[in-house]
């Protein structure tokens, strides 16, 4: 379907799980080369034996600056010039904001937020100085709409999207489009955290009117491919005249607000 992405380098940081996984998987198979960034890099073995021209795995903290700056330089020295980048990364945090602690919301913006900004900044500068390129955020529906139970999460997507669309505007007259893809529910291992935490698929789907929570009108949790497809599509050629947009793939479920 893409075939532009032939041989170009992509970075995508956690890429070994869910949307990043898939996101990875989908690009591999379109003949990208991938620096697949993650803490937990022992789950791409099966990528690396399928593809092992086309991916290089680094172990990487997306919250620590001078870490990622080492990370994106061993990217170019293996494969050269990154063209695109797809910041996946993400960590969960649950609990009411009276009830979490310090560490926790700010272990929640170091990794969601912070690891954006680390990675768009050492990126960001390449693909300014290329005047070429394309970089995909992972946000969450959770951003516009408030969540129970989820404010140090949301706020954290909050900052993400609105951090692109500033970086979209900055980066513009460089010809580097920025988006940003907000997913609803979707069926990786976050979601199934939050599962073993009391919800469950049905109540998701259905919504819960006492937490004031919109359920799903497509009445399904989304895959990460499906996912995974969105970002394929702003990360393409197809996708050439669209920047600082946000795209919210989550079933209807906050009505396209």
């Known amino acids: 379907m893409y075939p532009e992405f032939q041989q170009q380098h992509v970075l995508v940081s956690g890429a070994a799980s869910g949307i990043g996984e898939n996101v990875a998987q989908q690009l591999l198979e379109s003949g990208a080369r991938i620096t697949a960034l993650d803490l937990h890099t022992d789950t791409l073995d099966a990528l690396v034996k399928q593809y092992p021209d086309q991916i290089l795995v680094l172990r990487c903290d997306v919250g620590n600056f001078d870490e990622v700056a080492e990370v994106v330089s061993k990217a170019e020295a293996h494969f050269g010039t990154i063209h695109k980048l797809v910041c996946a990364a993400g960590r969960l945090q649950m609990g009411d904001i009276t009830d979490l ?25 390449r693909l300014k100085a290329q005047k070429r390129g394309a970089i995909v955020n992972i946000s969450s529906n959770a951003a516009t709409s408030p969540r ?27 010809n580097v489009r920025v988006n940003v893809v907000s997913p609803g529910s979707t069926d990786t291992p976050m ?17 819960s009117g006492s937490h004031y929570r919109l359920g799903i009108p497509l009445q399904k949790i989304a895959t990460p491919a499906e996912i995974a497809n969105g970002v394929l599509f702003l990360l ?20 396209d607000q």
């Open 101 to 125: 602690t310090a560490e926790q919301w700010q272990k929640t913006f170091t990794t969601n937020t912070n690891g954006v900004f680390n990675l768009c900044h050492h990126v960001g500068l």
């Open 191 to 207: 979601q199934q955290a939050m599962w073993q935490q009391g919800s469950s698929r049905e109540t998701v789907i259905a919504g």
């Open 236 to 255: 393409s050629d197809q996708a050439s005249h669209i920047t600082l947009h946000d795209l919210r793939i989550d079933g209807g479920a906050t009505l």
């Open 148 to 174: 129970m139970s989820m404010g140090a999460y949301a706020a954290s997507k909050a900052a993400v999207t609105q951090m692109s669309r500033c970086l979209a505007l900055e980066l513009a007259a460089y």
